[in-house]
Structure formats: structure tokens, C-alpha cells
């Protein structure tokens, strides 16, 4: 084995000692992570014993050393393994390659003692003597210790120097909630990893005292997981805080995870099986449970700012359609809908077939919702759907799918949008001929162009008329031009007829709004004619005309 593989391995040793100085003291020993981490450190042990007899480290204020070479390096205050062995003394490490499990794990639990802040009588060199391991030897300065006796409390205090009192970082996160304005002026404090394990234990069994320095663990735990238990158990503490933070209507704490979790997905050195972990936590920010809680909190009159959601909304995922559209038929108030809606526009895209089953929803102002979403989506996927609901019995959603279907086009919309123009309600045919002057093609200017010639035309009510002439004024082209014109001068196609004469002075008023001056001569010649209608569209027809407007 070559020197290279010797220090790697020994490397290997003191990793996992200083993962195991942190799990030992969050988890309890039934916990399964505390027991693969036992296993692991010791795994490391076996590797080197498969090739050296000892493993011999020398202890130094920062650093470790094994055969001359650095094998760990601190030079920090905080969470340094070497000056937390080194200040009590401690001069030496020796494991030997009878070491068991049961004194690794004693060693091990002695190097999680926090000795600043548990009340302690003996110090690391006390305690390993008592020990008395048989595979486990030290070497202590005693000399260093009997010549300077404040030694240890010139080290400790050196420490404390960039620490808090324990009191303090409790004190600070029970009172986090009850005095948030007083945050501004206190100092942010690192917590010990006694003060981890406290923080993990709530986690699980008090749901009611969860906080930002929670989530913020959560992460840090992240990065020290690495079996899918660990990854298991992360992902259901993320998602008992999502829960928590909406059941505590903090929707910028949800939306704080979901945004630090989407940037663990977005991280290319990141495994995809990890991210699979992750995505279950994104996918249950969009849940039925957690969506239902959204919409109690919009419900409830609480006055928030349109971004608030609207920053919650980027991140959710498409399994939040349905969850969305359910709260959308209980929604009360008229803001909270509204936010549902834009929220469902945004989404919506994600997955439209989900979002089309609204559709069939018994309640018609769900129908109207989902086929104004819809609408504003504008994908076109989404006619087949609209198609099926034009013969829906609410003249209201009838309305609105003819408006979708007008501003999507696509096909089969010309046959529907031509049927509704028969359609026994004046505002479905409104709407119908309003749908095909927003589709602007020539296929639709000729449905229009048809039912104005058609015999039938004549008896309907002269303000339908008007409206068949404002649409076919959406096309200012000469066609329609020469349209208008003929009608205008038909005097004697049904000379006498009162009806004839409103077909006229629609025409009229057509052309005035085309826009095209070359109409003026036109219109003047009909400024004397007979029919008072007549006269007063042509007139107000050139006035439009001369003024532009």
C-alpha cells in the first residue's frame, strides 16, 4: 500500500469522526441514522486496519497530524476538532486494530460532549482514562496542565469569545415569534449542536414552535444526509414545515423553501435520485391539504400583498391544478377568487387536460371561471375542450366559451361560431358575431358578409343589425367597401320598407367606420333622403369621416 493510500485512509478516519461528533449528538442511538453513522466511521477504521496494525494521531492546537502529514486543519475557534482535544491536554491518539464498536462509540460520545455548556466535572483526558479502553490509548501534556492551571479556562474563554451564552440562543428562539421587531437590533447568534439536536427533537414532536432557524437546519442537514433514510426523513421535515408555516399563514416561508429547494434542483452536481427527495417536497406545497390551507388564508380577509402569492405561484408545481380549482368553487370572497384564477393562469399551462376536466364542473360559475383561464392561456389544446360546453344551459358560460373560442380559433370553431348565431339568446348571437370579428379571417368575414344578404336578415331587431355592420367594419378592405355601398344605394330592393331602410342606414353607419373618405360623396347623396334614419346615420357617418375619428 502506498503512502498516498495511507493518508487518504486516514483522512477517511477523521471525516468521519467529525460527521459522527455531530450526529451523535442530534439523534437518539435507536435513531437510524445515528446507527449508519456508527457504522460508516467504523467501516473507515476497518478499511486502514486491513492495512496498518495502528492508527496514531498527534494533536495540535489546529491541526491533526498522522506520520508528518496534516490530516485535518481548523484554524477557526468554532467546531474545531483539534482544539477541542487539544485544550484539555490531550497530546495523542492511538487506535488499534482491535478496536470494537462498543469503544468507538464510547469514544465518540465523548468527543459530542460539549463541555462549554453541560455542567461537567471531568475533562476529555479524565474521561478516557476512566474508560480504560483497551484499544484506545492517549498521550496528555501533563506537564503543560501542572505549570499553567489557568490553561483550560485562558482556552475555554478564548472560545467563548465568539459564542453566546446558552441562556441567550434559547431565550432568542422562544421569543422569535413573540418579538419580531426587536430582531432588527439583536445580534444573530450561531447555534451549538447541543442546540441542533433540541431544535430536531421539536421538530417532531411540537409542531407549534417551528421557525425559520428550523428550516435553516433543515438545509444544513441536507448536505451531511447520505442514505436514502436520511434523504426520507429530510424530505418529511421539509414538508412538516411547509404545513406548519401555512397552518401559521406564512406564506414567505413556504415560498423561501420551495425557492432554496429549486435551487438543490437546479444544482447539475446534485443527483437526480437525491432530487427525487426534493421534488416530493415541491409536489406537496401543491396538495389538496396544503392548497385547502391557502385558501382558508385568502378566505379570511388578511391583507396581503398581490406578490405574496404571486411569489409562491413560480414555485408550484402542475399537481397544484386540481387543488386550485377546488378551492375555487368554495371561495367566498370575490379577491380570493381572483387570486385563485391568476394563479391558475399561470400554472394552468402545465397541465391542461387537468385543468379542462373544470369544464364539467355542475357549479356554471366554475364552468366560466376555468373557460376565462383558459381563454387567457390562450393554447389553443384547450378548444377541443370548449367546443364540448357551448351548448352549456347558462347563457353566462355560453357567453364566455364563444368569446374563448373567438379569440383561439383553431379548428372547428367557424361551424360552432356560425350555429350560435341562431342561437335563441340575442346576447349568445351577440357574442358569436363579436367572436367571429375578433377571429378577423376571411372565412369569418364571409359568414358575416352571408347572413346580411340572407332573406332573414330583414326582420331582426334593428340594433342586432347594427352590430352585424359595426363587426364587418373590422375588415376596411374594398370588399366591404363596395359591400356597404350597394346596400346604401339599394333604394328600391324593398322599396317602401321600413326594415329595408334600417339595412341602409346601417350600411350608413359602416362606412363611417371603415374610415375610408372616399365614402363622403357617397353619404352626401343620401343626406336628403326620404327616410328620417337615413338621414341622420349618413350625416353622422361624413362627420365621422371629416374628423377622423
Known amino acids: ?34 446507527v449508519k453513522t456508527l457504522e460508516d466511521t467504523y467501516g473507515r477504521f476497518r478499511d486502514y486496519f486491513d492495512y496498518r496494525d495502528d492508527l496514531l494521531l498527534k494533536i495540535r492546537q489546529n491541526d491533526i497530524m498522522w506520520e508528518n502529514e496534516q490530516v485535518y486543519y481548523n484554524p477557526d475557534k468554532e467546531d474545531n476538532l483539534a482544539l477541542f482535544l487539544f485544550k484539555d491536554g490531550l497530546r495523542e491518539l492511538i487506535f488499534k486494530k482491535g478496536l470494537t464498536t462498543e469503544e468507538m462509540e464510547e469514544f465518540l460520545k465523548i468527543t459530542a460532549m460539549d463541555f462549554d455548556r453541560e455542567v461537567l466535572d471531568d475533562d476529555i483526558v479524565t474521561l478516557l482514562w476512566e474508560k480504560d479502553f483497551q484499544n ?89 444526509a447520505e442514505s436514502r433514510n436520511d434523504f426520507d426523513d429530510l424530505s418529511v421535515y421539509f414538508m412538516n414545515a411547509v404545513e406548519f408555516s401555512m397552518t401559521q399563514g406564512d406564506i414567505p416561508m413556504v415560498t423561501s423553501i420551495l425557492s432554496r429547494l429549486q435551487n438543490v434542483l437546479n444544482d447539475a452536481n446534485v443527483d437526480e435520485e437525491i432530487k427525487k427527495y426534493f421534488r416530493k417536497i415541491t409536489s406537496f406545497a401543491g396538495s389538496d391539504s396544503i392548497i385547502k390551507l391557502l385558501g382558508e388564508i385568502l378566505d379570511a380577509g388578511q391583507e396581503l400583498e398581490d406578490k405574496i402569492i404571486e411569489d409562491l405561484v413560480l414555485h408550484l408545481d402542475k399537481n397544484a391544478v386540481a387543488p386550485l380549482m377546488n378551492i375555487l368553487g368554495e371561495l367566498k ?37 376555468i373557460i376565462y383561464i383558459l381563454r387567457k392561456i390562450s393554447d389553443k389544446r384547450a378548444v377541443e375542450f370548449l367546443l364540448k360546453t357551448v351548448r352549456h344551459s347558462d347563457i353566462r358560460v355560453r357567453k364566455e366559451v364563444i368569446r374563448a373560442l373567438g379569440e383561439l380559433g383553431g379548428g372547428g370553431v367557424f361551424q360552432t361560431l356560425r350555429e350560435c348565431l341562431d342561437d335563441p339568446e340575442i346576447q349568445v348571437r351577440s357574442a358569436a358575431l363579436r367572436a367571429l370579428g375578433t377571429v378577423a379571417s376571411e372565412a369569418a368575414k364571409r359568414i358575416i358578409m ?89 350625416y353622422t357617418a361624413i362627420k365621422r369621416l371629416e374628423h377622423g375619428q
Not at 162 to 185: C, F, G, M, R, S
Request: glycine fraction near 4%; hydrophobic fraction near 40%.
Open 450 to 538: 352571408d347572413r346580411i344578404n340572407d332573406k332573414t336578415f330583414r326582420d331582426k331587431d334593428f340594433e342586432e343589425k347594427k352590430e352585424y355592420f359595426e363587426v364587418i367594419s373590422h375588415w376596411r378592405d374594398k370588399e366591404v367597401f363596395a359591400f356597404l355601398s350597394d346596400i346604401l344605394k339599394k333604394k328600391s330592393f324593398f322599396f317602401g320598407s321600413a326594415k329595408n331602410d334600417e339595412a341602409r342606414a346601417c350600411a350608413a353607419y359602416g362606412l363611417g367606420l371603415l374610415g375610408n373618405t372616399d365614402a363622403i360623396s357617397l353619404l352626401q347623396k343620401f343626406k336628403g333622403e326620404n327616410s328620417k334614419l337615413i338621414r341622420e346615420f349618413s
Open 1 to 34: 500500500m502506498e503512502m498516498n493510500e495511507d493518508l487518504k485512509a486516514a483522512k477517511d478516519v477523521i471525516q468521519a469522526l467529525l460527521k459522527s461528533k455531530k450526529m451523535i449528538r442530534m439523534y437518539p442511538s435507536n435513531n437510524p441514522i445515528y
Open 333 to 369: 370572497s370575490i379577491h380570493a377568487r381572483k387570486v385563485v384564477i391568476d394563479a391558475l393562469i399561470y400554472i394552468g399551462p402545465k397541465d391542461i387536460m387537468t385543468l379542462s376536466k373544470g369544464l364539467s364542473d355542475s357549479r356554471w360559475y366554475v364552468v366560466r371561471n
Open 136 to 224: 484506545i490509548q492517549h498521550t496528555a501534556d501533563d506537564v503543560i496542565l501542572a505549570d499553567d492551571e489557568n490553561y483550560e479556562v485562558d482556552a475555554v474563554g478564548h472560545i467563548e469569545e465568539v459564542t453566546n451564552d446558552p441562556d441567550n440562543i434559547l431565550k432568542a428562539y422562544q421569543d422569535a415569534v413573540k418579538e419580531d421587531e426587536a430582531l432588527h437590533d439583536m445580534t444573530i447568534v450561531p447555534l451549538s449542536d447541543k442546540d441542533l439536536q433540541q431544535l430536531m427533537q421539536e421538530l417532531e414532536t411540537d409542531k407549534h414552535d417551528k421557525s425559520k432557524k428550523l428550516v435553516d437546519i433543515l438545509f444544513e442537514l441536507m448536505y451531511l
